[in-house]
Nanobody
Framework: QLQLVESGGGLVQPGGSLRLSCAAS????????IGWFRQAPGKEREEISC????????NYADSAKGRFTVSIDNAKNTAYLQMDSVNSEDTAVYYC????????????????????????WGQGTQVTVSS
């Protein structure tokens, strides 16, 4: 059974950087599509990015383009979300999600798949941007 565990959240100053990790067990990320989401208090869950495991195709929300970078280390079976130039609007609980679905892999190459396409979710990690 696929399990995902996020880590790396915390308090970061505006303009700073943070790297979130999503460690997978029970399946190989190489065959999965990974999505990153976030949810701020009082707001709906937002799709941030996705990456396909084998080819490494990526897609980003406008709010993340140019600041966030998603990657996969297949040797560690871990996905990462590098967050740079953060601001207060990035404060949220961040989640990684994964699916084996081939259709979702194709989606990710073109646009960000919605949350319901993903089968497995991590527990979330809090990111707080504040001075």
């Amino acid at each position: 059974q696929l399990q995902l565990v996020e880590s790396g959240g915390g308090l970061v100053q505006p303009g700073g950087s943070l790297r979130l990790s999503c460690a997978a067990s029970g399946a190989t990320l190489e065959y999965l599509t990974i999505g990153w989401f976030r949810q701020a208090p009082g707001k709906e869950r937002e799709e941030i990015s996705c990456i396909t495991g084998r080819i490494g195709s990526t897609n980003y929300a406008d709010s993340a383009k140019g600041r966030f970078t998603v990657s996969i280390d297949n040797a560690k079976n871990t996905a990462y979300l590098q967050m740079d130039s953060v601001n207060s609007e990035d404060t949220a609980v961040y989640y990684c999600a994964a699916t084996l679905g081939a259709s979702v892999r194709a989606m990710c190459e073109t646009y960000l798949p919605l949350a319901h396409w993903y089968d497995s979710w991590g527990q979330g990690t809090q990111v707080t941007v504040s001075s």
